[in-house]
């Protein structure tokens, strides 16, 4: 949860971070550009070097140049300073994310993996959700700067706990060698797949249906529904609950149903509570009372689906999984820095445009899947 928890948790100290080295917020924004765009591109070679190298070395270099950029952003005095170390962060913050899928598809066989994949779901979806709360009461407390110096700490103790306890997962036998060639190979193979980039789209897409409101969340939360900032941990703690209620369904699930049919309820949740949502939101003024439910209704559904929808891509390539699931990541990420730099701007001044917006991202990951269905049932 490393990534996406370090993305928004100084979110909440922007302007102080601003007042206090002379920022204007377009160089503050820069700040999280420059992280998105590092763990963008990162993200595409975490799981490929991870394949060469094995996969413990690369979460704990990833993890240890994390700790160390957290504490360059927390001595950062200067602008440019704070947007360099901010990159340095998001380059790294993306190596145990990516890893920890391909960790477990090593050592599980299919139903047992989704099971574990189920958890790790909970970690992932929870993160940017609790992320600003978290920064939020830290800088309340101290400053902008304690905000890095815990998040440095928290990579300390992730480094500790990995160091001591993370096996190595891929056995030397099965590691690709590394050269140009063959990454290049391995890259043009899986970005060459139709079945590998509509899968990706199948899982990465619809997660912004979510995160929308989440980056969205002061304007909806305060300026839309009216509620006072003591009262937004209400949003967090349902959008929370559905993803944690969903997650916990498909570990239960795992090894009784059909994949497919498990990957077809989640689409069935979300376009249901998506409807839901956009009638609503046509029909009444924006009120707490309703407009938090089909949030978390949303977020029940895409966790209930995305743990097997990663899967299959890992399965795709059983020989590379370490950079299908970069690949994957990254496709992700670039969606999320989308919706953060140019989407959420545009909509969230409108409760319509923003379930119209997360309506959108939902069809996009649903065509996906109807798309690839047939070819997967085939074995093609």
């Known amino acids: 949860m490393l990534g996406p928890f370090s993305i928004d948790t100084y979110l909440p100290a922007f302007t102080g971070i601003a007042q206090s080295i002379g920022a204007t917020p377009v160089q503050m924004q820069q700040t999280l550009s420059a992280y998105l765009f590092g763990f963008a591109v990162m993200n595409l070679f975490h799981g490929a070097m991870s394949d060469s190298f094995g996969r413990r070395p690369v979460v704990l270099w990833g993890v240890a140049v994390f700790t160390a950029a957290s504490v360059g952003c927390a001595m950062a005095d200067h602008i440019a300073t704070l947007v360099f170390w901010r990159a340095v962060q998001g380059m790294s913050a993306g190596a145990g994310m990516v890893v920890a899928r391909a960790v477990i598809r090593d050592m599980y066989p299919p139903a047992d993996a989704q099971r574990v994949m189920s958890q790790v779901t909970i970690y992932f979806g929870v993160a940017p959700a609790i992320a600003p709360l978290v920064g939020g009461l830290i800088f309340v407390h101290g400053n902008w700067h304690a905000i890095f110096w815990f998040l440095a700490v928290v990579g300390l103790a992730l480094w500790t706990a990995n160091w001591r306890f993370l096996p190595e997962t891929l056995h030397e036998q099965d590691r690709q060698r590394f050269s140009a060639g063959n990454l290049m190979r391995g890259y043009w193979q899986l970005g060459a797949s139709g079945r590998f980039l509509l899968l990706a789209l199948a899982s990465g897409i619809p997660f912004n249906g979510m995160f929308l409101y989440v980056l969205s969340a002061p304007v909806f939360l305060g300026e839309h529904l009216k509620l006072a900032p003591t009262q937004f941990f209400w949003f967090f ?7 944690m209620g969903g997650a916990w369904l498909s570990g239960r699930l795992a090894g009784r149903i059909k994949p497919r049919h498990q990957i077809r309820h989640g689409f069935v949740i979300m376009v249901t509570v998506s409807v839901i949502n956009l009638a609503l939101n046509l029909a009444f003024e924006p009120s707490a009372a309703w407009a938090l439910l089909p949030i978390a209704g949303f977020s029940f559904g895409w966790a209930l689906m995305v743990p097997v929808v990663t899967l299959l891509v890992l399965d795709l390539v059983p020989e590379r999984r370490g950079m299908a699931s970069s690949l994957q990541a990254a ?18 001044h409108s ?4 379930a119209l917006a997360s309506a959108g991202f939902l069809c996009i990951g649903l065509v996906a899947w109807i798309w690839v269905k047939p070819s ?4 093609d």
């Not at 703690?237 to 993803?243: D, P, R, S």
């Not at 409760?351 to 923003?354: C, E, N």
């Not at 997967?376 to 074995?379: E, F, H, N, P, T």
């Open 237 to 243: 703690m349902l959008t929370i609950g559905g993803i």
């Open 331 to 348: 496709i992700g990420s670039l969606a999320n820095a989308l919706v953060a730099g140019a989407i959420a701007p545009l909509v969230m």
């Open 351 to 354: 409760t319509v445009a923003l």
């Open 376 to 379: 997967l049932a085939r074995g």
